[in-house]
């Protein structure tokens, strides 16, 4: 079946700096992909819809300068956190639906803490 | 605004009991209801719904969709220490490839 792999699965950095996770597809060409975060005892709230080679829409509330998505390729996007904060700190999980695949894949998750 | 709604938001049983979680929605041009299990990590994919009174079945758990009064059912029955998670409903609407989740509901099967 479709696999999502998604890097780091867990990552501590300072306020201030900037974090990259990534996420491929496998073993299928992702066309599109999305971007959620999830809060301790909450659901996943979508940031961001990516396709490849676009720029990436952001949801309502989502500052595009603070988290800037990447998919360059159709097995690749990465999410950068920049100038991270305590506050977001958070479960942040990356989804992938290809052309062939009806079925929305996701990744394992990384979990941010910004210290 | 589109929500989906589900019920209890947190479930406390014993192993064999019978558990029926539920999922209402209120989305436009509705296609598709999807359910997921979450346990430590990522989702993964139970089912998927998309016409009326058809039940689908996986093992001991089961889903039905009601399009008329816009909800679902996932059926978990003889319950085990493992279905413990937390259960996501979410729809996906015409037009869109967004997934809008629910809040989920928290089970706990304790032995």
């Known amino acids: 079946g479709a696999v999502v792999s998604q890097h780091p699965s867990r990552v501590i950095c300072k306020s201030g700096t900037s974090v990259k996770i990534e996420c491929r597809s496998l073993d299928f060409q992702a066309t599109t992909m999305f971007w959620y975060r999830q809060f301790p005892k909450q659901s996943l709230m979508l940031m961001a819809t990516s396709n490849e080679g676009s720029k990436a829409t952001y949801e309502q509330g989502v500052e595009k300068d603070k988290f800037l998505i990447n998919h360059a390729s159709l097995t690749l996007s990465t999410l950068t956190v920049t100038s991270a904060h305590p506050e977001d700190s958070s479960f942040y999980i990356c989804s992938a639906r290809g052309q062939l695949n009806y079925g929305y894949t996701f990744g394992s998750g990384t979990r941010l803490t910004v210290v | ?111």
Not at chain 2, 46 to 56: D, N, Q
Not at chain 2, 83 to 92: K, P, R, V
Request: glycine share 8%; proline share 3%.
């Open chain 2, 1 to 111: 605004e589109d929500k989906v709604v589900q019920s209890p938001l947190s479930l406390v049983v014993h192993e064999g009991d019978t558990v029926t979680l539920n999922c209402s929605y209120e989305v436009t041009n509705f296609r598709s209801l999807l359910w997921y299990k979450q346990e430590k990590k990522a989702p993964t994919f139970l089912f998927m719904l998309t016409s009326s009174g058809i039940e689908k079945k996986s093992g001991r758990l089961s889903s039905i969709l009601d399009k008329k009064e816009l909800f679902s059912i996932l059926n978990i029955t003889a319950t085990q220490t493992g279905d413990s998670a937390i259960y996501l409903c979410a729809t996906t609407q015409g037009g869109s490839e967004k997934l809008v989740f629910g809040k989920g509901t928290k089970l706990t099967v304790n032995p």
